[in-house]
């Protein structure tokens, strides 16, 4: 599934979001239940290799010193680095909302660790490059044991489409609800 349709996103399980705060004037990370997230923290996530390449080439001095510094900055790092490179796309997440802590984020004090490293990443861009959605997918959904003539989406997993998932059509044109796929 990752490698089909979102080999340009991080793809994970621990989702976190963002939001600006009036009162302190700034952007503050935030791990609460939500139904919206903007970020995907990489301990259960899949990325194209090339991201790395990509923070490394296109991050501060002081960015990367900051992912050095504060464990767990580097998972907020590699968020924004990847929301700027892919347009701003979102990340997707994977699985029901629900409390899922990664190694890191179940100890308040890491909490405050990503919480430090976001509001400082953002004051040093001066914005947050990140996107914010409600999608989530469940990988045990996407493809199941029923037959394909039995679903009411047929064509989501039918095996004879082109390539690239688009319909062709043929050289009468067509492409309208008559239209043969």
């Known amino acids: ?11 994970g399980y ?3 979001t963002h939001y600006w705060d009036s009162s ?3 952007w503050e990370f935030s791990s ?13 996530a899949f990325y194209h290799a090339g991201y790395h390449s990509v923070v490394a080439r296109e991050s501060s001095a002081r960015a990367l ?8 900055c580097a998972d907020v790092l590699f968020n924004f680095a990847v929301a700027r490179s892919n347009h701003f796309k979102t990340p997707i997440a994977l699985g029901q909302r ?30 947050v490059p990140l996107a914010k959605s409600e999608v989530r997918l469940d990988p045990a959904l996407f493809k199941d044991a029923v037959s394909i003539a039995r679903k009411k989406y047929k064509k989501l997993e039918s095996n004879d ?15 309208g609800a008559g239209g043969k796929g």
């Open 1 to 11: 599934m990752w490698r089909d349709h979102f080999s340009d996103r991080i793809v």
């Open 14 to 16: 621990v989702a976190r």
């Open 24 to 26: 302190r004037r700034s």
């Open 32 to 44: 609460r239940l939500t139904n919206d997230y903007s970020m995907v923290l990489l301990d259960a």
């Open 65 to 72: 010193s900051l992912a050095d510094q504060i464990p767990g």
């Open 98 to 127: 629900r409390n899922v802590h990664s190694s890191r984020s179940s100890e308040y004090g890491a909490h405050l660790n990503l919480r430090r490293c976001f509001r400082e990443l953002s004051q040093h861009l001066g914005h």
């Open 161 to 175: 489409r082109p390539q690239g998932g688009r319909r062709r059509y043929g050289a009468g044109g067509g492409g």
